[in-house]
């Protein structure tokens, strides 16, 4: 319990120092003032509203909210001009085709991995990335989560069962781009970025599956050691690299641990906006 406030610690924290240091107030026209303005031309406000004012005044001053509400107001409308007309619009479709629905298998993609990045972080509170010994640290901090910690067989399932709707749906969606032709010119780009996004969804999957440490992930993780290391030229470093070593060690799930919840994070999430910012540029495309 104790990691999770000081999680929301270091948050409020960070917060506070970006607020101080962001913006410096303008001198020229201090808040008391701008309330006294406000109030001479709207009438007398009450306690509720002054405290809202003088509170959003702070933080204008500081993140300029005011300025990038307007910002973001204008690229929705810009966005909605430059939007395609979709197939149904522009062929004024009163009928809706019972494969348009497949065109939801992206976005539930994004929205299982939204699910899977939220309940990581609460498993990766408790969870303890060790391989030493039998039990190891690793083993007993899932059992922890299983039998003791409240809801966290709950958490862990919701993580489970996330990965495998995650994979699913990346690899039907996969193949309702292919069969809609949508990876056509003008959207090669997008399609390669689909195909590292799909291999990394794979090895996430992977990754997170060895971190129990248990005898299901030794296996899984015998058969993947002895996979690098048979392969040719590059086998020994792609061992080393994603392994920790030719041989599975302690360090093993270290390694595993570190690519789970660090580097594959940040590839993926770089993936997926560079993939949504292009479909935002490009539309949808129209079925062929
Ligand atoms: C983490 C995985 C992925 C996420 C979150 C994601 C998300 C999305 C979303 C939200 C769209 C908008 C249209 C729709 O939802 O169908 C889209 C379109 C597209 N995706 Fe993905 N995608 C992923 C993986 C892939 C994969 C594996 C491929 C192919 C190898 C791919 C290729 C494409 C292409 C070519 C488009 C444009 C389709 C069109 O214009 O109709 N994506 N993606």
Known sequence: MIQFWFLWLFIA??????????????????????????????????LAEKAFLWAFSWLDTRFRIQDYWGMSRDSYHHMHRQMPLTHAEKYKLRIIWYWYPLYCLGGISFLAFVILVISGTVLGLYYVPGGDGTPSPAY?????????????????????????????????????????????????LNWLIGVSLMFFTIFFGYSGYLLPWDSLAFG????????????????????????????????????????????LPVIVTALILAHLFIVWVQGIAEPH
């Open 140 to 188: 007993l901090s899932m059992e922890f989560i299983m039998v003791e910690l409240p809801f966290g067989y709950i958490m862990r399932s919701i993580h489970h069962w996330g990965t495998h709707f995650m994979v699913a749906s990346v690899f039907l969606h996969m193949c309702r781009v292919y069969f809609t032709g949508a990876y056509r010119n003008p959207r090669e």
């Open 13 to 46: 924290i960070v917060v506070v120092i970006v607020a101080f240091t962001l913006r410096k107030e303008r001198e020229d026209m201090p808040r008391t003032d701008i309330l006294r303005a406000v109030e001479s031309s709207a009438g007398s406000m009450g």
């Open 220 to 263: 899984a993780a015998t058969i993947g050691i002895n996979m690098a290391n048979s392969t040719p030229l590059i086998g020994s470093w792609v061992a080393k690299a994603m392994f920790a070593g030719t041989t599975l060690s302690a360090q093993t799930v270290v390694r595993m641990y570190f690519l789970h919840v660090f580097i």
